[in-house]
């Protein structure tokens, strides 16, 4: 089996500040080059270096952005098969981040406006994985073709927004879930939104690790204390290494566990990086 990620990628361009900027305020920092980024590609070549068979569905410009993108994706050995190129600029993100490793971040959206999900190639028993940085109605429509044809689908929901559909497996972080708490009316606990929704939740709960609830499922599982360097992309590396837990018939605590130290190896490194399978297995044990 294999995975199909349908989503975002942009071209970051990553800010080293003393502080982030409080409205109204200019903060002087340094800035390098623009990087690899958008939460698609980051969780595609996450789930590839985990482990997992992966294609990357998504769109980017005919620009050097563009090409930067795809030659990151080819050498992470993602099949790059349904990414198309559009009219449209490359996306980029401007992301800022402190000394404590925390972050603000701004995205134009460029390519990822047409990102279309009929371009995503759907079969029984694959795996997909979702994001919400491309149209809404392009994840809805994919949403329902895959559970139509028995593939499982894990959305990741962020940015925060109202579901575009019901997924099989819903990934939120401690503000998404209270964002989706506020909309249903229900606790933020995992649980309380498994009771809610009707499909698995998985929240992320940064340093303290991760939580799962489902039919019959009532699971905690703790994260990994590592120096931080920058939390960007942490989110999208335990998402790539949840896909490719599922993915090798990990059980649940192992694919969390897993997850959690591509999340904690993340953000050792500056900018959204991700951890291969020989760094997560001997973090993870």
Request: hydrophobic content about 55%; proline content about 6%; charged content about 10%.
């Amino acid at each position: 089996m294999s995975l199909v990620v349908f989503g975002s990628a942009n071209a970051d361009f990553v800010f080293s500040l003393p502080q982030l900027p409080a409205p109204g305020e200019t903060v002087l920092g340094e800035a390098g080059a623009a990087i690899p980024g958008g939460k698609g590609l980051n969780q595609a070549i996450a789930a590839a270096r985990a482990g997992a068979v992966t294609r990357f569905c998504g769109a980017v410009g005919a620009d050097a952005h563009g090409a930067m993108l795809r030659a990151t994706l080819m050498e992470a050995g993602v099949d790059i098969s349904g990414l198309a190129e559009v009219s449209a600029p490359t996306a980029m993100a401007a992301v800022m981040v402190d000394g404590q490793g925390r972050n603000q971040i701004a995205v134009s959206s460029g390519a990822n406006r047409l990102a279309r999900a009929g371009a995503v190639p759907v079969s029984p028993g694959g795996l997909v994985l979702l994001q919400m940085e491309v149209p809404a109605a392009e994840n809805a429509a994919l949403i329902a073709r895959a559970r139509a044809v028995g593939m499982r689908v894990v959305l990741n929901l962020a940015p925060a927004a109202a579901l575009p559909g019901l997924p099989d497996i819903l990934v939120v972080n401690e503000p998404e879930a209270a964002f989706l708490a506020g909309l249903h009316g229900c606790g933020a606990d995992a649980a309380s939104l498994h009771a809610a929704l009707g499909c698995i939740v998985a929240r992320t709960l940064g340093e303290a690790g991760a939580e799962l609830a489902g039919p019959g499922l009532a699971l905690h599982c703790p994260g990994f204390p590592l120096a931080v360097a920058d939390t960007v992309g942490a989110g999208d590396a335990w998402c790539g290494a949840l896909a490719a837990g599922l993915l090798a018939g990990l059980d649940w605590p192992a694919v969390l566990r897993r997850a959690n130290a591509a999340g904690a190896l993340a953000c050792t490194r500056m900018g959204a990086w991700s951890a291969d399978a020989r760094a997560i297995s001997a973090l993870a044990g």
